[in-house]
């Protein structure tokens, strides 16, 4: 749970429901650490809001070295709004894992601007 407490508020076990000897555990109406996220992140957006509906956790008890522990998310919303002081040029585009997310961003800026 250490891993998933990072990024969940107030994540305690006994507000789950837990099956010992299933290795399922179900969380409910978690919210989410919006700072982290956003040092993770590092998009040019400020997250106002973060909230997943369900957390599934699955830990194979007996099995633990030869099967992973698989995390589930149903229903994740997040509302976010533009940094004030955000340019896409602040942001590292050459990095892989960035790129999709700027080419996101650089169009809904495109947007904006054509409506302004």
Avoid: M
């Amino acid at each position: 749970l250490n891993y998933v407490d990072k990024y969940i508020k107030n994540l305690k076990p006994e507000d789950s429901q837990f099956s010992l000897w299933g290795g399922d555990a179900v969380f409910c109406n978690l919210d989410l650490r919006l700072d982290v996220l956003e040092e993770e992140l590092q998009l040019p957006f400020t997250f106002v809001n973060g909230h997943i509906h369900e957390l599934r956790i699955h830990i194979p008890w007996t099995k633990l070295g030869s099967e992973p522990v698989v995390i589930t998310i149903n229903t994740i919303e997040c509302i976010l709004k533009l940094s004030v002081d955000s340019d896409a040029s602040d942001y590292d585009t050459q990095n892989p894992h960035r790129s999709k997310k700027i080419s996101s961003y650089k169009i809904v800026k495109k947007t904006d601007d054509l409506e302004a």
